[in-house]
């Protein structure tokens, strides 16, 4: 920096949530016993400040600044859509170990004032003109705090620290910071002497970088926001005599320049504005280590919680935590394991030749000597320590979660009060408003607020456009929603972002497919991919074809629902037509070697994923003709102890139907399936196979029922018992015109084959049979007409003796 | 006499480099150590050397896993290296030993058979009847040669040793001593010895190491390469050594099924497509980068003389399925899954789908 910077203001450069920096700012401020201390972050939050030092505040917490918006989406500061504004917001978040928060704890403690010098969130979170997609997205994610320490967006900007780390000939920017700081920083006499060396190379790097090469462009760029945190230092630098200035590394060499005030005032003039609102949130170390939402972009907070809170001998310290963690996980690791881990990594450390054991070498060292080189137990130290599960606590003092705002704002455009007494409500999804409600009560349902719980309409009308709900409003709910507050600023992002890692979590195909169908009632585009990523994942792993089949019709109709609701369902057919392929290609050998039961049940699945498959694709799709190809190959096997007859029969019928399947094939296929070597049992459940879902065909095609009517009366006597009930069950499932008709072909059948002869020809070979047009009448007529035909010596007895009737089989 | 031999010893071979090494390496060595710890990482991993000597690869993966392997030697700990067929353990051990002791023959080779006296000490009969139990009737194994040198022992294929017989080796582990009761006498392990042994991943469970025997050992695990290009690299130059000692005319355009094999390869064993969208089922098959080298030589071999002499679809076609359908129900769905689902759709990939499709139906 310059030289000699005002001998006034300490200007501590860290990087954020790095714990030697806090250490370092801790024995900094120790030295210095400044009268004010400014950090950087959004001035908005210094009314809240207070609160850090109450009792019931833990952290991993987060300032969370969001746009506060009316009912009147045009009462926004930015003419656009109000629902993105009301969405957007930005995260601060503090761990334990974050340099701003043990500054800011520090001051308060001794009653010293706390300011932030940021740019105003206000002015941060307006839109840009050009760019307002990209800053929600951020916004949703949590940006910020960082500035500097970590860009954002990595890819286009330079990462100061990374620069640094490469001049250093590493490749690890943060093994770097943890070598030259984080490790080093403590030991110096001076507790000012390393932010003057870090403050010289940050200097060095925005020379050859270019000062606005980290900060992007716009308002939130770094030009605007230095200016403006060197506007707030002058002013404490005129109250106060000693100055403390908590901020990311980047910053202070600018902070240090002497800019005329002009100038930065000019800087600051005319920046877009909307209306914010601040609060304290929870925040868990998982979400700072997600990178995206993370300044400093660390990986391991846990890790850092660690360093920073452990009196002496971390590494020891961690290897035994290690130890602990894995014996409760029924690993056998000893006190030796510790030892050796713990030499292990010194040793490394030193090849490595780093000036202690970092994170990298104690997770070799647990790899090597207590994980036995597996990764498994490895990604649970990661997951469990590394990482790890805190979760903050913020005081109740703290403003109400934007969340429960939202909420609010919904309840009163949509005239929906929440009422503690029962009521009903009927919805028609036609209307806007009504569709509206509908929404919010399935992404409330969703967040695991069930302030409406769904019922059967009680309009009884069976249109998909009406929807009827129990809303019953608890107080305990109230709790829920401030809860479901770390998933988003607004029911709709917050159910979102729900559903997205629910469905990350989802353990099975039904599970994310229904989630699938729940993200459409809610309308979640933005979380459906991620659902259909799941669903597609968990069907890529699901190895049995019923769960898959199970699956598809669920898909396919959320396809096309989704069709009718506009909304865009080209992932949602890629999904369904990729479950499609893999029950078509999975069928096959999923057939083989079932017994009655299973057989059954993979008919059901046969038939859904047909119907699905139908409703997917149109007749002629490549798909279809795939799916047909495979059905032939089913229908085609002619073992039966290899695919049983049921499934076989099946096939076959699925594929006649579908035109797929000539009549000369047809009454192959049953001659096979019916010809004396097949198993009587296996035969009769073909034949049910092929005849679910209408005997007509035997009506019509000739071949087929003298083809069965020959089979029935080869059945060996012993196995007719067994056969019987099947195919009485067959039969009874067939509509009674088309079982009357069979029946009397089957007796025409019957009576031409004993007569001889011509018996195939015209409607009046039985006669007052064939003409008889109620069926009631006629079967009051049958036994009579039984009766006296049997007695009759003109007719033979066989066709009584004979069980050749179908319409008596079926009963 | 080197010329003579069909492959000499690791540190015959890259003598020079290892020369060259201890010429230019002025860290602290550990005792009886040629090199230094990070002198050994370099002789592995490659690199230059200040006076322009340029050290190969030996090793061709994470510089973390080298770094460990090495750590490992320097404490008194002894080295297991893990991985699946085709990792390049073995390989790797013998650089190991031959970059820190400069000898890489202390091997016992680990077979059901194995006797203890592979690994503590055997009789010469004839000395031992004619003169009684004495020093010069003792024959040592390579294990108590090399405690008695201060040099690194090599045990491969560790888990196929019979339990009983791996369990000799607690002793010289732990307490770095090994009795000889007829003797009366121990031999105790010189600075510098160490053990390095290999163990086959997926033989788990042959010979379960005893969690004694366990205790006493780091273990490494050599993955599976971790790029793509990485990989074909690794397959290409393998293929090609392998096709020159073999007489295979040289095929030209086959980098391009080279890399598609290694692509197949690797989506099926890693359970997900290359560019990480679709997940797909694994088959129960190793599929390791030496598998694929052998189908590509396989299909060379194919195209050489029953084909056009160039590597087609076709020819490498029947060797993935060979390789990737171990289970004949279970992985024949895997595979059918994965071509319908991922090849039949990928550009370029048609005549690569009817060629498997035509060996896998």
Redesign the interface.
Known sequence: MGGEQQADVALLGVRHHGPGSARAVLAALEQVKPEVLLVEGPPEADALVRLAAHEDMRPPVALLAHVVTTTRPSAAADGGAGGGAAGRAAFWPFAEFSPEWVAVRWAVERDVPVRFIDLPAAHSLAADPEGEREEQEEGAEGTQGEGDGAPERREARVDPIAVLARAAGHDDPERWWEDVVEHRLDHDGDALAPFAALAEAMAALRERCGDGAHGGTGPRSDAVREAHMRLRVRDARRAYDRVAVVCGAWHVPALADRVPVGADRQLLKGLPKVKVGMTWVPWTHRRLGHWSGYGAGIESPGWYRHLFTSPDRPLVRWMTRVAGLLREEDRPVSSAHVIEAVRLADTLAAVRGRPLPGLGEATDAVRAVMCEGSDVPLALVHDRMVVGDDIGEVPDEAPAVPLHQDLTRLQRTLRLKPEAHERELDLDLRKDTDAARSRLLHRLRLLGVPWGEPTASRTGSTGTFRESWRLSWEPELAVRVAEAGVWGTTVLAAASAYAEDRAERASGLAGATALAEQCLLAGLPDALPAVMRAVADRAALDADVGHLARALPALVRSARYGDVRGTDTTALRRVAEGLAERIRVGLPPACTGLDADGAAQMRGHLDDAHAALSLLAPARDPLRERWADTLRTLAGREDPSVVPGLLRGRAARILLDDDRLTADDTARLMGLALSAAAPPADAAAWIEGFLAGGGMLLVHDERLLPLLDGWLASVPAHAFTDVLPLLRRTFAGLDPGVRRTVGELARRLAGGGTAGASAGTGGTGVPGFADLPDPERAEAVLPVLRLLLGRAPATPAAPQDHPTHPERTAG | MTTAVLRPHAEEAFAEELAALAAADDRPRPARWNLS??AV?TYLLGGELPDGTVITPKYVGPR?IV??A???L??D?AL?L?GVPGTAKTWVSEHLAAAVAGDSTLLVQGTAGTAEEAIRYGWNYAQLLAHGPSRDALVPSPVMRAMGEGRIARIEELTRIPADVQDALITVLSEKTLPVPELNEEVQAVRGFNVIATANDRDRGVNELS?AL??RF????LPLPAGVEEEVDIVARRVEQIGRSLDLPEAPRGAEEIRRVVTVFRELRD?VTADGR????SPSGTLSTAEAISVVTNGLALAAHFGDGVLRPSDVAAGILGAVVRDP??D??VF??YL??VVRERDGWKDFYRACREVAH
Do not use: D, I, Q
């Open positions: 710890p990070w990482a973390r770094e460990v090495v750590t490992t320097a404490t700990r297991l893990l969690s366990r205790r780091n273990t490494v695990v359970g679709t997940k797909v089922k129900a279970a024949r769905v059918n899954e319908e689902t």
